[in-house]
C-alpha cells in the first residue's frame, strides 16, 4: 500500500499575456486565466498509475489563493482521493526557500505518506528547486528528473534523465520524486470523475495552522527582491538583404556588426 501526496501548482495559463504587478512586481495572478500547470498533471496521472498497480491513496497538496481551488478539483476529478489546500494572505510574494518550509509543513498534516511526486519545474517561476529543497528539509531521498517510476515494496526506482544522459537510482521510501515532461500522458477527467470531485475532502489551512510564522514567508522575507521591470519591448523589423551577387558578403558585415562573428 503507497500513499502519495501529489504537489500541484495553478500558474497563469501561457496562452495568456502573463505579467508583473506594477505595485510589488510579483506575478500578477489576477490579469491571466489560471490554471493548473501541465507538468503536475503529468505528476497526479504518475500517482494514480501507482495506487492502481497497487492499493493506496492520492492526496492533492497545494500552496496557493482561493482561485487555487480550481486546479485542485483539476486533480481530483482525474482520481486523486482528496486534497491540502494552504491558502494565507501572508503567503504572497513568498520565494521557493519559504514554500518549501511552507510545503514541509503542510506534508506533516497528513497521516502517513510513502511518496511526494511533483513536477520538475513550474510554467511560472521555473526554479526547478523545490523538489530537493523540500527532500532536505523532510530528511528524505531526492529523485529528480524522472522520467519513469517504479515502486517495488518499499524501494522506488527511477530512470533520470537530464542533458549528460539517463541514470539508474534507487531509494528506500519515503521519498520525493519529480517528474518531467516524458514521464506520461495524462488522462482526461470523465463526466463521473468531474461530479464525483465535488463531494472528495479538501482541507484548507492558513500558516497559522501548519505553525509557520507569518513573518517568515511572504515578500518580506524573500531573500531576492525584484527592484524594478519593465515590459518586453515589440519585436522589430528584421534587415532585409537584396543578393545582387554579393548577398554573403552584406549577411557577414551585418554579423560582424552585431558582433556575432
Same mark, same amino acid.
Given at each position: #500500500?503507497?500513499?502519495?501526496?501529489?504537489?500541484?501548482?495553478?500558474?497563469?495559463?501561457?496562452?495568456? +499575456?502573463?505579467?508583473?504587478?506594477?505595485?510589488?512586481? !510579483?506575478? &500578477?495572478?489576477?490579469?491571466?486565466?489560471?490554471?493548473?500547470?501541465?507538468?503536475?498533471?503529468?505528476?497526479? +496521472?504518475?500517482?494514480?498509475?501507482?495506487?492502481?498497480?497497487? /492499493?493506496? +491513496?492520492?492526496?492533492?497538496?497545494?500552496?496557493?489563493?482561493?482561485?487555487?481551488? @480550481?486546479?485542485?478539483?483539476?486533480?481530483?476529478?482525474?482520481? $486523486? &482521493?482528496?486534497?491540502?489546500?494552504?491558502? @494565507?494572505?501572508?503567503?504572497?510574494?513568498?520565494?521557493?526557500?519559504?514554500?518549501?518550509?511552507?510545503?514541509?509543513?503542510?506534508?506533516?498534516?497528513?497521516?502517513?505518506?510513502?511518496?511526494?511526486?511533483?513536477?520538475?519545474?513550474?510554467?511560472?517561476?521555473?526554479?526547478?528547486?523545490?523538489?530537493? #529543497?523540500?527532500?532536505?528539509?523532510?530528511?528524505?531521498?531526492?529523485?529528480?528528473?524522472?522520467?519513469?517510476?517504479? *515502486?517495488?515494496?518499499?524501494?522506488?526506482?527511477?530512470?533520470?534523465?537530464?542533458?549528460?544522459?539517463?541514470?539508474?537510482?534507487? $531509494?528506500?521510501?519515503?521519498?520525493?520524486?519529480? *517528474?518531467?515532461?516524458?514521464?506520461?500522458?495524462?488522462?482526461?477527467?470523465?463526466?463521473?470523475?468531474? #461530479?464525483?470531485?465535488?463531494?472528495?475532502?479538501?482541507?484548507?489551512? !492558513?500558516?497559522? &495552522?501548519?505553525?509557520? @510564522?507569518?513573518?517568515?514567508?511572504?515578500?518580506?522575507?524573500?531573500?531576492? !527582491?525584484?527592484? /524594478?521591470?519593465?515590459?518586453?519591448?515589440?519585436?522589430?523589423?528584421?534587415?532585409?538583404? /537584396? @543578393?545582387?551577387? &554579393?548577398?554573403?558578403?552584406?549577411?557577414?558585415?551585418?554579423?560582424?556588426?552585431?558582433?556575432?562573428?
Amino acid at each position: #500500500m503507497t500513499n502519495i501526496v501529489v504537489l500541484v501548482k495553478q500558474v497563469p495559463d501561457t496562452y495568456s +499575456e502573463r505579467k508583473l504587478s506594477d505595485s510589488d512586481h !510579483t506575478l &500578477d495572478r489576477e490579469s491571466a486565466d489560471a490554471v493548473i500547470d501541465e507538468i503536475n498533471e503529468r505528476s497526479v +496521472e504518475e500517482a494514480l498509475k501507482i495506487k492502481e498497480a497497487g /492499493e493506496g +491513496e492520492v492526496t492533492v497538496l497545494s500552496v496557493g489563493p482561493d482561485r487555487a481551488t @480550481d486546479a485542485i478539483r483539476k486533480a481530483l476529478s482525474m482520481g $486523486a &482521493d482528496k486534497a491540502i489546500h494552504v491558502s @494565507d494572505e501572508s503567503l504572497h510574494g513568498s520565494d521557493m526557500v519559504a514554500t518549501a518550509k511552507v510545503i514541509a509543513a503542510a506534508l506533516g498534516k497528513v497521516d502517513s505518506y510513502d511518496l511526494v511526486i511533483a513536477g520538475n519545474e513550474a510554467s511560472d517561476g521555473r526554479g526547478g528547486a523545490i523538489p530537493a #529543497m523540500l527532500a532536505e528539509l523532510l530528511g528524505v531521498p531526492q529523485l529528480t528528473h524522472a522520467r519513469q517510476v517504479t *515502486v517495488e515494496g518499499t524501494s522506488i526506482k527511477v530512470d533520470r534523465e537530464t542533458e549528460d544522459g539517463i541514470t539508474h537510482v534507487e $531509494a528506500s521510501l519515503p521519498a520525493v520524486v519529480s *517528474v518531467t515532461e516524458k514521464i506520461n500522458e495524462p488522462r482526461y477527467p470523465s463526466f463521473k470523475g468531474i #461530479m464525483a470531485a465535488k463531494k472528495k475532502p479538501v482541507e484548507t489551512l !492558513t500558516v497559522a &495552522d501548519l505553525g509557520v @510564522d507569518a513573518g517568515e514567508v511572504g515578500l518580506g522575507s524573500a531573500w531576492s !527582491t525584484v527592484l /524594478e521591470a519593465s515590459p518586453k519591448p515589440p519585436r522589430t523589423a528584421g534587415q532585409r538583404v /537584396e @543578393d545582387e551577387g &554579393d548577398g554573403g558578403s552584406k549577411v557577414a558585415e551585418y554579423l560582424v556588426g552585431q558582433k556575432l562573428i
